[in-house]
């Protein structure tokens, strides 16, 4: 059975929406829990739509039921495509994904909703961020990214998601 791996998201900003490149910035914090001792989702997971990330203050502790807590602040620019045609009423479904380099058959996230939340003092100019949804499913790269011996190319991934509103 694949290691069952809970991950959860805590919004503190949304900020700098670009839509000349596609891309606005995000800031907060995310977590996993998880049973083995030889996971390290910092060093595994990668936000796949980040032009970059910035992960600081990693804390890793063992929880009172024996299962591992490693959690990190976290700064990405996300790339998506904004449409402003309907500004300035304009409204977007701001979404980063996360996956970590483990098949599916070996990892399986699960979300963490109800711990999952924005923050109270969310400060996004311009804008009202609601409705963080987090979701989980598996997507199958139509690679072997070069390995001859590579196998299942099935990958769990969580979908983070906001509404922003002018």
């Known amino acids: 059975d694949p290691e069952k791996v809970a991950f959860g998201v805590y919004i503190q900003d949304i900020y700098g929406f670009n839509f000349a490149d596609g891309s606005f910035r995000i800031a907060g914090y995310m977590w996993w829990k998880f049973r083995s001792i030889e996971l390290n989702p910092l060093e595994s997971a990668g936000i796949i739509n980040a032009r970059d990330v910035r992960l600081i203050q ?10 591992h807590y ?3 602040s976290f700064f990405a620019t996300i790339n998506q495509r904004l449409d402003a ?3 300035p009423f304009d409204s977007h479904r ?30 996004s100019p311009g804008w009202r961020i609601s409705d963080l949804a ?8 139509p690679t072997k990214f070069g390995s001859v011996a ?14 922003a509103h002018r």
């Open 58 to 67: 990693p804390v890793r502790r063992t929880m009172p039921d024996g299962r």
């Open 70 to 72: 490693v959690g990190a």
């Open 85 to 87: 045609a309907a500004y």
């Open 94 to 123: 701001l979404i980063f994904t996360l996956e970590h380099w483990f098949a599916a058959k070996e990892l399986q996230l699960v979300a963490d909703p109800g711990e999952s939340t924005l923050s109270n003092e969310l400060f």
């Open 134 to 141: 987090v979701s989980v499913g598996d997507y199958t790269y």
């Open 150 to 163: 590579a196998g299942d190319q099935t990958y769990s991934r969580v979908q983070i998601a906001v509404s």
